[in-house]
């Protein structure tokens, strides 16, 4: 599994029962990619400090603005043929 497949399906497979195929092929490339398992260790900080925190507060206004963002982005990583992740180290 490459590097991009890797980020591709690491949120997709987050509920995954571990040993399905795909989660065995994550496993197998984080074992040799430090940078994979970088970014695999940043979202579980990231999930353990939103169950922890109380939200900020986010105007209304700057909270739409945030979420078409988003929404632009993921329309433009859906479309582009050539996805490239947000770490892309070229593998």
Same mark, same amino acid.
């Given at each position: 599994?490459?590097? *991009? $497949? #890797? ?9 995954? /029962? &571990?040993?399905?195929?795909?989660? @065995? ?18 979202? *579980? $900080? #990231? ?9 900020? /507060? &986010?105007?209304?206004?700057?909270? @739409? ?27």
């Amino acid at each position: 599994m490459t590097c *991009k $497949k #890797t980020y591709r399906f690491i949120c997709d497979n987050l509920d995954e /029962h &571990l040993n399905s195929p795909r989660c @065995r092929q994550i496993k197998r490339h984080l074992e040799g990619c430090p940078d994979c398992r970088a970014y695999l260790d940043s979202i *579980k $900080k #990231t999930v353990t400090l939103y169950k922890i925190d109380t939200p900020p /507060h &986010l105007p209304t206004s700057a909270h @739409r603005r945030l979420m078409r963002a988003i929404d632009v982005e993921m329309l433009h990583l859906r479309r582009s043929p050539t996805r490239r992740s947000p770490r892309s180290s070229g593998r």
